[in-house]
């Protein structure tokens, strides 16, 4: 079937990069750490800009107590990477992803 094209909307593209943050082992969580409040105010866990280059995604985890944070973000990275232009298909310009935390 040529002449068709898939649109996926930012909300998809969060979620399944949320998803794929979640499987790698050592993080505990998708958002923001320390106090309840500070996740309230952060605003959204993954955030993803779609333009005509290509997808940038920022995404923050807490990651679980006695990870090497280095490693864990990049495999995360990875994993954002895979997920984003294999799964769906889109060229990834870059993703950033912030430890925010330690623990559960």
């Known amino acids: 079937m040529s002449g068709h094209e898939l649109t996926v909307g930012p ?8 998803l794929a943050a979640l499987e790698v082992p050592g993080v505990a ?5 320390g106090a309840p409040w500070r ?3 952060g ?10 280059e290509g997808v940038t995604v920022r995404i923050w985890i807490v990651a ?11 495999q995360v990275r990875s994993a954002v990477a895979a997920t984003v232009e294999r799964l769906l298909g889109l060229d990834l310009r870059a993703v950033t992803v912030l430890v ?5």
């Open 11 to 18: 909300s998809v593209i969060r979620e399944l990069v949320g």
């Open 29 to 33: 969580r998708v958002g923001r750490g």
């Open 39 to 41: 996740r309230l105010l």
């Open 43 to 52: 605003g959204r866990p993954v955030r993803v800009r779609v333009q005509e």
């Open 64 to 74: 679980r107590p006695g990870q090497a944070i280095g490693p864990l973000a990049g």
């Open 100 to 104: 925010d935390g330690v623990g559960g």
